[in-house]
């Protein structure tokens, strides 16, 4: 029971939250190269723990997870996530879980190991193995990856890899994928940036509150009740945009995704729309973002 | 003015023998006081009632019924008006201003005149004189021939004004049928018939000016069958010689202006009977509530358990009923500890969620409680404010409204239309898939802002003009000097409704809201955008919301303060217009400290000027105006359905090709719109734009206020029709030039002056257009909730008091906000290819805060270039410079 305390507050100090996950009902996720070498090591782990649910997460962000953590529903991927994130550091821990869709009566172990500082994995998995055993195979398997996860913990905080390159313009952005339930969310993309104008926790506030504002008005997402407003109107609300003294924000849906993306004032209105398509495409389309497409 | 020189000229001619006559103050005997209140307050209304089967007894015996006059529960009783004052003369009472005079002198000369709309005698029992009427015919062709009947008397009619009559060579059929009648060179011929007789006006007092059907510009065809010509027109009338009922075959002229008439339904049936008092069916509503309770009174020990609801509507019992302790407790405890007062709460009752909205007083509070499928939470709130701010008009303040129970049965009114236009317009607009587009403009009429008509600056000039002659108050009675009294009030200002639209206003924002609140909200604005009325007087006491709520701020100006004085409001209406005074008593004017009874010389005045306004020139704009001429030009996306789009290139070079030329010769944002090559649908619209100049040209006479001043009607009208006719010329050639428009709606809103611009709706909008239409409405609406919101929170941010808790949304100074909708599949209509095309069209709306305060929305298509988007924004129309 202490252990939830500790969740409950993390989320109710929501504005500190570094990631979208409670707004979006969508997991936060990273990008990160070598996505495949890093999602065989995961799997080879969790094989060894006897489950098959396993999960790397950089910085409270799932950059790589097994098919069967993938699919979970999207409130227990969220709340696993913000769960260890919320938990003081340690290297690692055996944690009994009520799955509130896949078992909530029975609860599982949920174990986490720290790989390299920001970086955990976890597996979820029955009365075996023991914490210690596991615990002695961490390093024979993820040693080698030592230096995959290195560059994984890079892309922290920009949550995409640095060749995926998007418009000066842009302080951050939201894409999320309701099918997949999958979010990427990313307030210092450029890093030019960094010095002037909004910091990045403002830059997060200003895309979560347009982001609720959009939600049931004018797109709707998987959260029950968000489609009613939308569905006032007769044709279907594509793109909108706002824009402020300080900030210029623009939004698009197409097919499952939703795309948020936060400009500085220099841009012009009329140019937001290609920038975003443009961004848009290089996220959904480009190999590098494979994860994108599962 | 030069029309006033004229005037003169002729009222000098008779001036002298009515002069003396003045005397006798023909205002103590006015029907206005005999129908005033207890309290001086007056309120009369009559419309022409369809499908009302107590209609006709309801006039036969009004005249014993008092109480249906007195106010609010107001009757449709027919108004015999100056009957009683059969002998007193009309009088002029100075030749400075005898234009006001003359008008004046009209509304003296009453008679009992009853009349009957055909339609209701057709599906009634006639239960006074069975004289049955024939429906109106209308015929296939664009021309209808109306059978109208009119219940005459000569007799008391002949008794006022036979000797003027004769005096000034006026026909009988002015006297008898109150229609002025015409004979043209060029009514010549038409339709072969020789010298026929049309309608040139309609005389203020005559029967004939309250049946809808007779139009200026009609032609007279016969009278109780006789055929009627120049020639025998006097003998035919001359025979008429008691009460008796005339049986009059008109026949209209083709014109545009018929369209409006035929929509009078049953939604309208509806609105008159409630703003007649008759709310019977309302208690049937379950989920809407209104509840004020006091605990100023309650003793803990003997208090009963419902002592402490001071009025309820609808009375009923209920679960909200017996929550009511709750909400106070809410709404106190947390203000006792916030220093915040609640906005809403809501409460899930039986699966329903009810929003309920609290306005608290002291230890009073004010509950609205409705069901969430009906009015959104926002709207509640909006709804809220504006009723608090209405009652605190109409009373002074919210406990003094409420604590008198006299006044509950007028706050049943108020809560009645209320609910009944208010709350349940918005709930099927929200729902039916596409609703009428009048009907979405109420979502819009919930944000204190009044719509606005702008006019062609030389017919607002004249109309600006009318409405400060009356307002400077520097004739006859109302000057100081001519019986060296005080006057008796000081007018603040006026405004001119035609149809639900602004038209001219004289007040200042503050002002303007309360007046078109009071209208709004008892049902009167919207009942004169969809059927004429015959008469509305309203006086009443009033306490204006600038000067009776928030006085510190105006007091504080150095050296100035507003003057300790009282607040009178009278309201007219006549057909399709209602024009609003704002009357101050103490200042400069007599102070007043007892019951004020209305003055029925500001309410005859108030009157003629509103007639002055009404003539058919004036008319002809407004209507023009209204089918959305002059103002810059929507695009209805059918039209363009049928035809691919075109290339972006292609739309820009034209564009540039055409605006250089006309940047620099006309308004900028007309030019900003065209941008392709021209269109068959923009032609056509031209063409209606001429027919309807045309059918405003050849009525060209003059609605008659006067009857000295007919004599110069052709000079007068001519000089409005042509200017009239030339700006419906320059229309033309700038829509003939012209070409594709990309803009599809647009809505304006000046925050200062308080009134908004938007589209007209034309009659028959094709679905696909009133879908669009309905998705701008809504998406403006959230767009200015966001504006608002921003702008509150700015408020909060920058204001000295800590504020305990922010609102959840950080979205500070929008500036500009749009919304791309897209539809996927569009077929064209003629169903021959099936080519799928895509329609994508934005609705931005924009704040402007340097310059002018405004808010625009705009509605247009994707494929619209930059440029052409920036100029529409540049849509720099405001009240003095029409578009």
Redesign the interface.
Known sequence: MQVCFQLLDYILERWCLPTFSDVTNAVDIIVIQDITTIQNFLEAFTEAGDSLFGCLLVKGKVASATKKWCSLSPTELILLSLLIESLPHCTSRDLPVYLPQMSPTVPHRLLTFNLINGVDVCVICGPSPSLSKLQSEVSRFWSPAIDNLRAACDVHPRNVPNNVVLDQNILGFMLINSESNKCLCSVDINNNLQERGINSSRRREILRCYYQKVIGTYFSSTVEGSEIGPAEYSHKPQETYVVTDTYKIYALQSASFQFFVLYTTDIPTYAMRSVTQKSFNILTKDKNVVIYES | MANNQIYTGVFNGYNIEIRSAFKDPVYQTSPWLEKADEKGELFIFEVEKSKDLDFESFIDNWGDNQSLNSRFPCSNSEDTGYSSDAEVQPSLKSEKSPKKASKFSQFLKRKEVKLFDEKNIEDSIDTLSGCDCVECRVDTMTTSVKDVLLIVDPESKRSTSVQRCVNNNTSLCEHILGIIPGCQGQQLGYNGVQEPVYVKGLSPDGPAIKVKDIQIGDWLKSINGHEVTRTNIDVLLSSISSTSKVRLLLQSMPSGQHSLQQKQGAETDQLINVISGDHSNHSLNQSSFVLYTSLENIQSENSSDKDDIVYQYPVSEGLLLAMRGMFYTVCHTIKDFTNTSVQNTSVLIQDEVYNICCHSEGKDLLIFAVSEKRISKYLLNILKEDIVRLLQVLYGSIESAFKTVSNHQQLNSIFGITIKCGIDNIYTD?TS??PASCSINRLLTHTNHVQYLPLPPDVLLNINGILSDFESGDFVEMSDSYYGLRRSYTILGSCLFYKDYLLCNHLNKEHLTDISLYLQYHGLLPLTSKCALNQLVIWREVYPSQFCCDVSGINNVFGYSEPDARWFLLVVGLKYSIYAVLLEAGGCAIRRNRVTVPDPFYIDQAKATLLQTLTSSYTTVYEARFNGSGLPLTKSVDSLNMKSHHSISDLSSSFSKLGQKRFDSENELRSARIISSPRHDLLQRKTSVDSDASSGSSNDSLFKSSRTSRLFADLHSPIVNTTSNKWFEDFGLKLSRGVDNSLLYFCQFDTIEGIYISAKDKPDIPALQS??I??FY??CF?IKQ?FQE?RDLKKLVTSEREVLFFP?????????????????SLSSPDGKKSKQQQ??YWVVGRKLTRGARREIYVCFLDSTP?NV?ETAFKLGFSQTCPG
């Open positions: 929200l898939p596409t879908q669009i309905s998705n809504k998406s959230h966001m921003s959840e949304d950080n979205l500070v100074d929008v500036k500009e906000h749009g919304v791309l909708f897209h539809l996927s329609l994508t930059q988007i």
